[in-house]
Every structure is written in structure tokens, then in C-alpha cells.
């Protein structure tokens, strides 16, 4: 079988590599200088995939991609970047780009993911023959506060943007501080219902004995003090999204009432005798070993399943040390501007000495550091860095 791409980009140099390199390996490699040029040799030059740029002169690749899924949504578009941010690997994703690499490329793995390409287009085109379905192309869409260009990230970028337009819960695993609720925050504020609430609970921080009744509500008179009807935050987040912090500290009798809510989508406020319904989808997060929980009886295995339907392992800080300087002057910007003062800019010494601590508090202790240094700092975050413990 042939197998025909197109590759989209205005750079030069990567159109003659790809047309060498993906030639030599068996490919038939076309190329084009701009989305325009693309768009106008479509039916002559009948790509099977295409790879294209994101960031050209004229329509762009996410331009380029709505226009190939209108005309031929049986065609994937994988996405290049030489910008690693969460905007274009979310936007890219959500519409419905087969995949999104980052530049410089590693060939080897652009020709396992060809490979992998067309052996899925091999076996829908079987099922096409079968059974003649029709497929969905997700709308565009973008979202702020995630800083990193390790792979593992724009992997998490990538399933932001897949998994923004389900309702399906989601479990979040990482130490505390990597930034489990920024990304819970990025699916909810790129999903369709962004406009409904996003609803924060943070389970060690309410008292097991008022735990019930702050997600689930209650009704005049269910206990002293509750004087009045009252709220919950699943009724709260009407139609958007409960998110459930720390979700391996909870009781397994407070689980039991949890586990409904996902089986049967309905609650009792306490004291109330009748149920009521909730749309809200529910994502939460955990820095605790649930599966060793489950073992010793302190987390319930059918909750855990219900929780674990997709799951999100986010990597500790100390594993991707070149996020840090992204991350830094991105914290550093969003310091200044949070305490209206000027930016201030990392020397050469204090990115070392960033880069050498290990962050055991993660993001949040990198951006609690980066915040003392703003308050302290008169011009140069270096002197400011000197007090922190760890700096020497």
C-alpha cells in the first residue's frame, strides 16, 4: 500500500528533511510552503496524512486542520511545534488533530507514529466497509496556567484537550504541589459547560463530621445550627465541575455516599428525605497510594474504579528539571503583576541554583520561593534567592 504524505510548514529546511529522510523509509512525501498552497493541491496530490506546522504566515495549522476535517475528515492531521506551550497542544487536540509533536523532531518516533497512523487507517477503512460509520470533529478551543515542555507534559496537555468535551471523570496522580487542580481547571475551562461552576473541595480541609453536608447540602433544622436550607456544592456546580483534592483521605462511609453520586447521579442533602439529581462531573485528585488503600480496606476498590475511569499521572517537578526556567519567568511575570511591581529577571547563578534544589513542594514551593524574591528583591531575583534556605 502507498502511503502518501503531505507535509505543511515554511520552513525549508524541515520540508527537505522530511522529503529525504521519510522518503528513505518508504513513504511518498509531498510538501508545501503554506496552509494556502496545502488547501489548493488537496485533490491533486490525495495525502493520506498530513503533518503540518502550526505557526506559518497566512491561515496558520489549526486554520489548515478545520478546513482538511470539513473536506476530508478521514484525513489525520498531525501537528508540529516548535512553541511547547498548553495552549496549541489543547487547542490541537480538542480539533481533532491525530497527534502534536514538538521540534526539534526526533524521526525515529515520527515514523513510529506514520506507522501507527496508517495501520489505524488500514483497520478503519475495514470498518468503514463494515459498517459505514460517520465520525465527529470537536470544536477549537485554548486555555492558560500550565507552564512545561517536558514530553510527559504536552502528553497531559494533549489529554486535556481529549478529554475537555466528555463528561467522564478523571483521577489526578501526583505529589502534592505538581499542579493537579491548574489541570482539573484547564479540562473544566476548555470544556463546553466553562461557563458553569468549577468547584474546589478540598477534603482534608473540612471536618469528616461537616463533610457531607458541605458537598451535599442540608435542610432546615437536620442538625443544631441548621437554621435554614442550605446548599451543597454539587448543587452549587450545577451542570460543571466538582473537584474532589485529596480524595484518598476520606472515610469509606463518606466514600459509600460518594460512590452513588457516580452510580445513580443523585444525593440526599442531610436530613432531607427525598434525593436530588446532579449533572456535575466529578474529577479528583490524590497524592496518596490508592491501590495500597484499597489493600488495606481503607478505600473502597468500586470507588476507586468509578474515580480511575481516566487517569492523569503528573510528574514531580525535580523529574523535568528544564520545565524550571519556563516555569520561573512565567511565575515571576504572575508575581510582579499580582503585586504590581516591576519584572524583575533571573540571572545566570539564580537559574543554576533553581535548578540544582530538588523542590520537594513542587510548583507550589517554586512559586512560593519566586514570590518571597519578588517581595524582597530591589532588582535582580539573585539577592533575593540568597535567603532561601536551600540556595546557600
Not at 196 to 206: D, G, L, R, Y
Request: aromatic share 4%; proline share 5%.
Amino acid at each position: 500500500m502507498r502511503r502518501v504524505l503531505l507535509v505543511v510548514d515554511d520552513d525549508a529546511s524541515i520540508r527537505q528533511t522530511f522529503e529525504l529522510q521519510l522518503g528513505r523509509l518508504g513513504f511518498v512525501v509531498h510538501t508545501a510552503a503554506s496552509a494556502e498552497e496545502a488547501l489548493g493541491r488537496m485533490g491533486e496530490l490525495a495525502p493520506q496524512v498530513i503533518l503540518s506546522d502550526i505557526r506559518m504566515p497566512g491561515l496558520g495549522g489549526l486554520e489548515l486542520l478545520t478546513h482538511v476535517h470539513r473536506a476530508r475528515p478521514d484525513v489525520p492531521v498531525v501537528m508540529m511545534t516548535a512553541h511547547q506551550d498548553m495552549k496549541s497542544a489543547i487547542a490541537a487536540m480538542k480539533a481533532g488533530a491525530y497527534d502534536y509533536l514538538v521540534k526539534p523532531l526526533d524521526l525515529d518516533r515520527v515514523e513510529l507514529l506514520l506507522d501507527r497512523c496508517f495501520r489505524e487507517l488500514e483497520l478503519r477503512r475495514r470498518e468503514q466497509r463494515a459498517h459505514s460509520d460517520a465520525a465527529e470533529v470537536p470544536e477549537d478551543g485554548s486555555s492558560d496556567g500550565l507552564v512545561g515542555r517536558d514530553p510527559r507534559m504536552i502528553e497531559i496537555y494533549k489529554l486535556i484537550g481529549t478529554l475537555a468535551e466528555t463528561r467522564t471523570p478523571v483521577l489526578l496522580r501526583g505529589e502534592t504541589g505538581t499542579g493537579k487542580e491548574v489541570i482539573a481547571r484547564a479540562i473544566h475551562s476548555n470544556s463546553s459547560v466553562a461557563a458553569e461552576p468549577f468547584v474546589a473541595v478540598n477534603c482534608t480541609a473540612i471536618p469528616e463530621s461537616l463533610l457531607e453536608s458541605e458537598l451535599f447540602g442540608h435542610v432546615r433544622g437536620a442538625f443544631t445550627g441548621a437554621a435554614s436550607d442550605r446548599k451543597g456544592r454539587f448543587e452549587l456546580a450545577g451542570r460543571g465541575t466538582v473537584f474532589l483534592d485529596e480524595i484518598g483521605d476520606t472515610t469509606p462511609a463518606f466514600q459509600t455516599k460518594l460512590l452513588r453520586v457516580l452510580q445513580e447521579r443523585e444525593f440526599h442533602p442531610v436530613g432531607a428525605e427525598r434525593p436530588r439529581r446532579t449533572e456535575a462531573r466529578i474529577l479528583a485528585a490524590t497524592h496518596r497510594p490508592l491501590e495500597r488503600l484499597v489493600r488495606e480496606g481503607r478505600f473502597r476498590e468500586d470507588l476507586y474504579f468509578r474515580l480511575r475511569v481516566v487517569e492523569i499521572v503528573v510528574p514531580p517537578l525535580r523529574e523535568r528539571p528544564d520545565d524550571i526556567a519556563p516555569l520561573a519567568e512565567h511565575l515571576l511575570a504572575k508575581a510582579a503583576r499580582e503585586m504590581h511591581r516591576s519584572r524583575v529577571a533571573l540571572t545566570a547563578d539564580a537559574l543554576r541554583a533553581l535548578r540544582a534544589y530538588e523542590w520537594p513542594g513542587n510548583v507550589r514551593e517554586l512559586e512560593h520561593t519566586l514570590t518571597r524574591a519578588i517581595v524582597l528583591a530591589l532588582g535582580r531575583v539573585r539577592d533575593a534567592l540568597c535567603v532561601a534556605p536551600w540556595a546557600g
